[in-house]
């Protein structure tokens, strides 16, 4: 095992005859001990070492068995090969010893050429390539895809309706499903080095009550939910895995009387846990909760059902521009505390990518760095990141302080011009609620002169030109009628829309295969035409020519809540 480390390290660029370690032994712990390094695994190892030869400290050992990360790659950002493999690289030398391949549909099925079609999949020796680079560094990859919802994007096509139930759900007891599955199973097997694949399963919302209702008629949905599990189990024992992962929300939200998944107040009953295969690990997600008795009772909850329990938390770029560092640290760490507590040993931190990938993907980095020094006694040098060739911890520090500018950076992003879905929810008509938020993106701005920070630098002066224009439109057409400035923020906002569009499109051709980077593209080059819009209403309200600007007359109903997706803010309608 040893001559894998000194592999690792010369991949890494270390000079092995220079470094101060007699031998290299894999044991159940990290440690040194008369020159000797023992190691848990590679990353451990990686770790430990580069913080040895830097300060000389000792880094202890985590309690956990696997500490990693879900990496989404459904959300129109596939990663090109080389892109991967260096994140495949810094997080082994964070510590990172597994990731998951979050996979809807962007592999390749050699008889199912639709899925993944126009989607940048991934070819089989892309992923054999990948994961013979994972192992150098120690690093487990595990398949993560679904089998039964989540699988919107596949039966989009009309060629697929005979595989459907609802929109986004596969017909369960239907034997082409069951085909389609097995070829799922028995292509993941022959590319990933593991006995361990995870068949998602979460979120069926409605499964049995679409195509399945008109075929078979009704069947209580846990009944179809649990058949559906022992039957997909079994081709997946069949193909030779040994531990088959479930996300856990359904039996949970099945049992509740709220059909609420964080439910503390719910039991099962043995006839629901004696249907659930013994080799079925339950994975917990929670990204949102803080509240350390929920979270205990739901991992206590998940141990009572006798199975593995894994704990997939979350580092928190979805539906965020950069990383969340605040978000990420009022939830995550309570998550590992209770699971540390609770005996968990396998930990996961999932990386979604809802509504499009449009998150600074690099920024995460630094929840990665937060979550591993935690475990380690803060006692990691932040000089870590860039030595390993990231960004410095104090620039994603400032990063991710977008999230904290008093208003919600992604709905301002694709906020309608005119129709202000958000800024009405955020405002109404006051044009003084826009003060605050102003001044904080100014002062803001001042903070992002490092060159790594450009990125984050011209989406924020993209922000404050839309809300400068709200206001001063505001104030012009129910005080003033003096138009000039919000006029001027217009012309702005052209140029601005196109570097906004030309930073996403670089980070994306860096990072990503072309696929997917159109509905980027789409949504910020149409608020140019918004731009345009916005000029006409304008000079036609200063001309005569019309008596209001009828998007200014409307009476405004605020919502509980605004989902933070494009279509839900951009459009007047969802057709």
Known sequence: MANNVLIALVELGYKVDQLPFNDYIQKNETKLIDGVLYYKDIPSALLFISQYITSGIKLEDHSFDVFGTMIDLSRNAVFTVDYFKQVIKNQAQLGYNEIWLYMEDVYELINYPKLGY????????????????????????????????????????????????????????????????????????????????????????????????????????????????????????????????????????????TDSYYDPNITFSDELINQIPTNVSLVYWDYYNSNEDLVKKMLENHLKMNRKVIMASGTWIWTKLNYDKKKTDATAKIHLKLSKELGIKEVILT????????????????????????????????????????????????????????????H???????????????????????????????????????????????????????????????????????????????????????????????????????????????????????????????????????????FLEEVIVKEPYLPVKYIDVALSSKQ
């Open 118 to 257: 126009l989607r940048g999949k991934y070819k089989k020796e892309e992923l054999e390539v990948l994961v013979e680079y994972a192992e150098i560094f120690g690093v487990h990859l595990v398949p993560c895809i679904q089998t039964l919802g989540h699988m919107g994007q596949y039966l989009r096509w009309f060629s697929n309706t005979k595989l459907k139930d609802q929109s986004d759900i596969l017909l369960a007891e239907d034997e082409a499903v069951f085909e389609l599955i097995k070829e799922m199973i028995k292509t993941m097997k022959s590319i990933f080095k593991t006995d361990k694949i995870h068949i998602g399963m979460d979120e069926t919302f409605g499964h049995g009550f679409g195509r399945y209702y008109k075929i078979n008629g009704y069947k209580n949905p846990k009944q179809i939910f649990l058949d559906h599990l022992k039957k997909v189990n079994d081709i997946c024992v069949s193909a030779g895995y040994k531990e088959v992962c479930v996300w856990s929300d359904m039996f949970f939200r099945t049992a509740s009387v």
């Open 351 to 410: 990386q979604w990518n809802d509504d499009g990938a449009y998150c600074d993907y690099d920024t995460q980095y630094l929840g990665l760095f937060d979550l591993m020094n935690e475990q380690k006694s803060n006692k990691i040098d932040r000089k870590l990141l860039e030595k390993i060739g990231l960004n410095s911890y104090e620039n994603y520090v400032v990063a991710s302080k977008i999230n904290e500018l008093g208003f919600s950076p992604v």
């Open 412 to 550: 301002l992003l694709w906020d309608d011009l005119l129709l202000g879905i958000y800024l009405n929810q955020f405002a109404g008509y006051d044009y003084l609620q826009f003060d605050t938020p102003l001044r904080n993106l100014v002062n803001y701005e001042k903070e992002l002169t490092a060159e790594p920070l450009g990125h984050t630098r011209i989406l924020a002066e993209f922000l404050r030109l839309k809300l400068s224009f709200r206001r001063n439109l505001l104030k012009a057409y129910f005080e003033t009628k003096d138009f000039n400035q919000a006029l001027i923020d217009l012309a702005q906002l052209e140029n601005s829309i196109n570097s906004v569009n030309d930073s996403f499109t670089y980070l994306w051709h860096k990072r990503n295969k072309p696929f997917g980077l159109e509905v980027l593209q789409t949504r910020i080059h149409a608020q140019i035409s918004r731009v345009k819009e916005a000029k006409y209403q304008i000079e036609s309200y200063i001309n005569k020519q019309i008596s209001q600007i009828d």
